[in-house]
Nanobody, 115 residues
Framework: QVQLVESGGGLVQTGGSLRLSCVAS????????MGWFRQAPGKQRDLVAS???????DYADSVKGRFIISRDDAKNTLYLQMNSLKPEDTAVYYC?????????WGQGTQVTVSS
């Protein structure tokens, strides 16, 4: 029953923007912090941004000033607005529910930024 489904990935040029969405089951989304992670080929999966139920936000240093995480609890949706995209942002982006030990992850959405 618990599912996270990402969408919004695609191919953009350097400097472009994308908005990722993650639709979650209500029981998880309404009670838990959520996060965006990304994984490039051959690299570890790293935290991009997280947001608590109360709206507290953390960003990886690499995306500060460029990405914005937000959540709409009424719609059970998590967002990641990505601006000023760089080739190094190319990765599969995943949303996840905290605590991560729950193992609740989306299927991932590919973001490719051309140089």
């Amino acid at each position: 029953q618990v599912q996270l489904v990402e969408s919004g990935g695609g191919l953009v040029q350097t400097g472009g923007s994308l908005r990722l969405s993650c639709v979650a089951s209500g029981s998880i989304f309404s009670l838990n912090a959520m996060g965006w992670f990304r994984q490039a080929p051959g690299k570890q999966r790293d935290l991009v941004a997280s947001i608590t139920r109360g709206g507290g936000i953390d960003y990886a240093d690499s995306v500060k000033g460029r990405f914005i995480i937000s959540r709409d609890d009424a719609k059970n949706t998590l967002y990641l607005q990505m601006n000023s995209l760089k080739p190094e942002d190319t990765a599969v982006y995943y949303c996840a529910a905290y605590p991560l030990s729950l193992g609740v992850w989306g299927q991932g959405t590919q973001v490719t930024v051309s140089s």
